[in-house]
């Protein structure tokens, strides 16, 4: 087995690696690889704007991938806990500070939550269920009884109402539990523990089927124990879903796209942050740039004033995209935005350390594109007030 540390936005690291592991690697799309194009034998290996753990499986070899992120775990959690909008991690007393790797940190997290939730017993609930049965219980289905049984008057093909613990929250956290224990992360021995304790309290639940969409559920005063654990645990299968097999190529792992993390947390906070203002906020917000409604675009974060006209666009962006020969892509972008919007001016927000506070006058188009640098590698009170401070800003420089 070959293990492999990054960290994330760090440079390519030059690897020995057998050719085939190199292939592999690059085919995986886990990580950025290819050949040294000086040493026989090597590869150079960079993180690709994912964090977490993969395992990366070809014929008799295997190699372990783990990236670390740049900013604090603790840090990496809040981001993560918000954007599921539930702000379970804000203040919880669960401590995490010591992991370096978010894995580890992600299943320590969960162990508690989800131990939390079935301290008191685990949940049951009705669920339909199909039986064939000697006794009446709630209601034929006929068509499978003249299929099954040809007229014959037993067995019953019914269908009724049961009472059971296998029901779609203890499905959710018994698949996390299941999910963590497969990642390929070096987990603390407690965790693993606390684990193996949650997967034997849910022996007798069905889990879910590897791949497979996560069920809905929905917040009552009944499930309210489970509320917690539910959305860590759509977080932990959801980022343990890159499990694929590309020819006789395998790869399974929690990864984090860390765009689409910051993208989330700014989206969500600015229209968290703008509640009490008039209008409303849409994300992701579709709107056409040309009159014949071809050229479709989506702006991350439009503010809409209470007449429903757009009265201020932004972006989220991890760092600032520099494609071949479009270095200034992000001020293109925001200059469609603005203009397809009506706007006179636009904001672009980026992780601190990924681009700086800015302004752009676009020439004879009347159109302001604002650079704003968010610092992630802070207490979350005090990033929250940076986002107050920055939705003012939107409102005020529009």
């Known amino acids: 087995m070959i293990n492999l540390s990054l960290t994330e936005n760090a440079p390519a690291r030059t690897v020995p690696l057998p050719d085939v592991a190199g292939r592999a690697l690059a085919h995986s799309g886990v990580v950025d690889a290819s050949p040294h194009p000086d040493r026989a034998g090597c590869w150079q290996v960079r993180a690709n704007g994912t964090i977490g753990a993969a395992r990366i499986s070809t014929g008799d070899d295997a190699i372990v991938v783990r990236i670390t992120p740049k900013v604090p775990i603790a840090r990496v959690l809040f981001l993560l806990g918000y954007r599921r909008s539930s702000r379970i991690l804000l203040d919880d007393p669960v401590p995490v500070t010591d992991e370096r790797e978010l894995v580890p940190a992600v299943a320590r997290l969960y162990a508690a939550q989800a131990e939390h939730a079935v301290q008191q017993g685990l949940m049951h609930g009705y669920r339909e269920a199909d039986e064939a049965t000697h006794v009446m219980r709630g209601r034929l289905r006929h068509s499978d009884q003249l299929r099954l049984h040809h007229g014959r008057p037993l067995p019953l093909e019914v269908t009724h109402d049961e009472y059971t613990p296998d029901i779609t929250e203890n499905r959710l ?202 610092e992630l590698d802070q207490p979350p009170p005090q990033l929250l007030e940076d986002i107050g401070v920055l939705a003012r800003r939107l409102i005020e420089r529009s």
């Not at 929690?254 to 906070?269: C, H, N, Q, S």
């Not at 270095?327 to 935005?337: E, K, S, T």
């Not at 009506?342 to 302004?359: E, F, K, S």
């Open 173 to 374: 956290l018994a698949s996390a539990a299941h999910a963590l224990l497969r990642i390929p992360a070096e987990l603390p021995e407690d965790v693993r523990v606390r684990l193996r304790r949650l997967q034997r309290r849910f022996a007798e639940i069905t889990p879910l089927p590897r791949g497979c969409r996560l069920p809905a559920w929905q917040p009552t005063r009944l499930n309210a124990r489970y509320h917690h654990a539910l959305r860590l645990a759509e977080l932990v299968l959801r980022g343990a879903s890159i499990e694929h097999r590309p020819g006789d190529l395998t790869a399974h792992g929690f990864l984090v796209d860390t765009a689409k993390l910051f993208e989330d947390f700014v989206t969500i906070a600015l229209r968290d942050a703008l509640a009490d203002y008039p209008g409303h906020s849409v994300l992701q917000d579709p709107c056409h740039l040309d009159e014949g409604n071809t050229i479709s675009l989506a702006p991350d974060f439009v503010h809409y004033d209470p007449e429903g006209k757009p009265s201020t666009v932004a972006d989220a962006k991890y760092k600032a995209e520099r494609p071949s020969g479009y270095p200034n892509a992000d001020v293109y972008q925001m200059l469609a935005y603005c203009v397809a919007l009506g706007l006179p001016a636009g904001h672009l927000v980026y992780a601190a350390g990924n681009a700086t506070h800015g302004t752009h006058r676009v020439r004879g188009a009347g159109i302001t594109i604002h650079q704003h640098a968010l």
